[in-house]
Nanobody, 124 residues
């Protein structure tokens, strides 16, 4: 059974940092992508960043480029999202998801399995 468990969310002041973790288990596919998405109240879910298992390629939404960094630790089957210079508009529930066989994109409908989400709140 594929499982994705997010952690690391919390409350932080604007300008602060958080590191989210996504622990993945239950799949051994050669090619997949792990993505981070977020959804704020009353807004649609949006892609934030993703990383490809095949070559480590990374992708970022324009709104987080230069502030967020995605990385993976294959030995721990964990993907991280380092979030710096946080803004109040980054407040959302953050989800990680896996796209089995995917090369990496920020299209939520391409992703097959999702975690339960972790709340990130940035105060002004």
């Amino acid at each position: 059974e594929v499982q994705l468990v997010e952690s690391g969310g919390g409350l932080v002041q604007a300008g602060g940092s958080l590191r989210l973790s996504c622990a993945a288990s239950g799949f051994t596919f050669d090619d997949y992508a792990i993505g981070w998405f977020r959804q704020a109240p009353g807004k649609e879910r949006e892609g934030v960043s993703c990383i490809s298992s095949s070559d480590g390629s990374t992708y970022y939404a324009d709104s987080v480029k230069g502030r967020f960094t995605i990385s993976s630790d294959n030995a721990k089957n964990t993907v991280y999202l380092q979030m710096n210079s946080l803004k109040p508009e980054d407040t959302a529930v953050y989800y990680c998801a896996v796209d089995i066989g995917g090369w990496g994109n920020l299209l939520s409908y391409e992703y097959d399995y999702w975690g339960q989400g972790t709340q990130v709140t940035v105060s002004s």
